[in-house]
Each structure stands twice: as structure tokens, then as C-alpha cells.
């Protein structure tokens, strides 16, 4: 396919992906799509009739968030993007008279996406739980027993999440040294990001009612690109016995840009072999993984960006049918909107590691910088960056990026 809208080289909005967000450019927000670097607000798009048939009140497009939109269902919003997909390769598309529908990107203002009513972060990557349990708990036995049997998860808070370009302000925190006597409180010494990503729930179960990961897909409407950010010696200090808590809660970073499954179809990608066989439940046909590059970029205060991360969703060792499945097993309902973060997303190598905690190796090992600084951690003034896109035999589709800036922590 080509469009008639100029897309540039290497773009992650080609005519192949038609992801969803909301903008604003005059106070108001609307849904949007992007393509190339044009923002098309789907409001006044619906005005002119174009959806007439398809979506029956166009209100669903005048709205703060996409959770309207999306619980349309899967039958229109496939309907939706397939049309504007049409359009935008149609040279007759009676869009192109329109004044009011397309913007340049650089004059949007983009939202949180989302009216997020529940959050889950998983810790789904072999490579990255290995890594974390070696520095945490035993070289040894970096695993728990429990790890290759189920998808861990853990509650995280909804209301800390912000859209990308948001600046995060250093957390306080109670933290123990090993040779200390008592902890003691104030800014986080070791800030990290975490490289995931994240998928949107697009149609609810009611309370008691269970999602198969034959049927899992039904209920994932898109993916986006997410930085659950992390405060190590926090996280060190308080994660013994009930888990991640006020390490966690402090902010995380989601792009502005939701793809859909479906544009992401030429992209499914075989797991890894799961040892020892997994519960009927968590057992799954056909290809579940995705094979989406990602990256993290660190840009210091005055300074030239430097990438230390390349990695891929692909390595993931439990995919999102049955992270979704595991979740709902005991019949935890599910709602439009909730968000669900894959976990630190590492692969095997060195250049693959999806936090600073494994590529400093806790702070042993600090990454040096292309004007000679080093990083162990985030500090104050970097500028955290993750993209991601997939791209197979010259399309591409793209997550476009998340990225914050680090504020010195408040007195306190």
C-alpha cells in the first residue's frame, strides 16, 4: 500500500499501522490517528459522515480518553482502521479537501490515552529475572520455585502513570545499607527505568469469569510502549515479604500511541520452550510473541544522547495470552482501559539488558557515556527515551516513543 500523505523514510506511522490517541490543538481534546508526521483528529472526520454505518454516534470521538472508542468492540474499531487505512491510500479520499482534520505532529499536544482504571506490571522475561534474582537474592538459584510455572504480577498504581514528555521527580524513600544499623529516608540513590511494554484490555468479563488464552486475544485491543520507572535501594529495602510497593508507585512513563493487534499481525513471532510444561491453562497454540525491536536512550543535561539498550518483545519467556489468562484464573473481572506491563524486557546478551540495574550490574559495572560521563543509575537531568517498532520486508510499524525527563527529588 501507499498514501497519498507524504510519510518519510523509516517512519513509525506508515500506512501499515493507523495506531489511536488523543490530541489537542485549540484546548480541546479529540481521538486521533497519526500517519507520517500528520495527526488526523477522528472527530472531525466522523462530522463530515465518513463513518456513517460503522460508528453510530460519533460523540465516541469527541472524548478526553480512547476507552469510549475502544469499547466499541473489536468489529468496529477493526472497521474504523481499515477504512481510514483505505482512505489514506485512496487518491480520490474525499479527506483531502478537508482543512480541519489534519495537523502537524509538531502542533498537537498528546494525552494519556487512557482512563486507566487498573494497572498489573509482570516479571515475564527469564533473561531479566534471572539477572535480577542473581543480584538480589542467590547466584545459584536465581529463580524462585514458583517462576516457570506462572506469570508473576503484582498490583501497580494507575494514577502515577503519565504520557510521555511528562518530567518524573525523583523519589524519597526509605533505604538500609547492608553495613547500616537503621535505614534511613530521603532521594533514591539508584533510579532506573524499566524497558516493557504494555497491552490494553478492550472488552470487560464480569466478576467470577475466566479468559482462556485461546480466547485472550478477543480482549487485548493494542499495545504501547511503557517505562515502569524504579527506585533500586527502595525496592531492595522494602519488596521483603509482600513485593514492589512505594519503588514502583512514584511514576511510569507510557507512550502517547496505542497499535492495534491487528496491525501487528505480520509480526507474530514463536516463544521460547517452556520448561517444565506449563498447567493446562497456561498451555496455547500458534505464535504469541511479537517481534518488536526496542531501545533506550540516555541523554544527559547538555550533553549528545547515547543508546544502552537494544532489545526486543520477542524474548519474552510468557506472552500476553497468558499473562491475561493467568490474571483472570481465579476470576478477577477485567475492564476497558485496565493496562497490563509485560516487566523489564532483557534478552541474552549484554546490549539486551532492559534496566541499568543489569547493565551496571547493581552499580559495579557503570556505563560510560560517549562525552565520558558514567551511569550506574538515572540521575538528575537525564532524559530517559524508549522507542520501538516492528519492520519485516519494508513496512514498518511503529510505537513511535516515551520519554521523560529526572527532576531533583523535594526537600523533605
Known sequence: MK????????????????????????????????IGDQVVNLYNVAMTG??????????VFNQPTLN????????????VRLRLQETFSNEHSPLRILNNVFKPFRTVTMHLPLAIGDYTDFYSSIEHATNAGKMFRDPENALLPNWRHLPIGYHGSASSIVVSGTPIRRPN????ANDATQPVFGPTKKLDFELEMG??????TQIGDTISTAKAEEYIFGLVLFNDWSARDIQAWEYVPLGPFLAKNFASGIAP???????????????PQQ?????????????????????????????????VSTSNFKYMYWNMCQQL??????????????????????????HSLGSMLEISLGGKKPFTLPDGQQRSFIEDGDTVTLRGWAEKNGQRVGFGEVYNLIESARQS
Open 325 to 350: 489468562a493467568h490474571h483472570t484464573s481465579n476470576g478477577c473481572n477485567v475492564r476497558v482501559g485496565d493496562l497490563m506491563a509485560s516487566g523489564t524486557i532483557s534478552g541474552p546478551d549484554e
Open 275 to 307: 520448561e517444565p510444561a506449563v498447567l493446562p491453562y497456561l498451555q496455547y497454540e500458534g505464535s504469541k510473541n511479537y517481534d518488536i525491536q526496542l531501545e533506550v536512550v540516555i541523554t544527559p543535561e547538555n550533553s549528545e544522547p547515547a543508546t
Open 199 to 204: 497491552f490494553v484490555i478492550g472488552k470487560e
Open 3 to 34: 498514501s497519498w500523505i507524504e510519510v518519510p523514510e523509516n517512519s513509525d506511522f506508515s500506512i501499515y499501522n493507523i495506531p489511536f490517541g488523543i490530541g489537542s490543538d485549540d484546548g480541546e481534546k479529540y481521538v486521533c490517528t497519526r
Open 257 to 271: 500511541w496505542i497499535v492495534t493487534l491487528e496491525a501487528l499481525e505480520d509480526y507474530r513471532v514463536k516463544g
Open 50 to 59: 465518513f463513518f456513517k454505518g460503522t460508528v453510530d454516534d460519533i460523540e
Open 68 to 79: 469510549a472508542f475502544i469499547a466499541l468492540g473489536k468489529l468496529t474499531t477493526r472497521v
Open 173 to 176: 524513600g526509605q533505604t538500609k
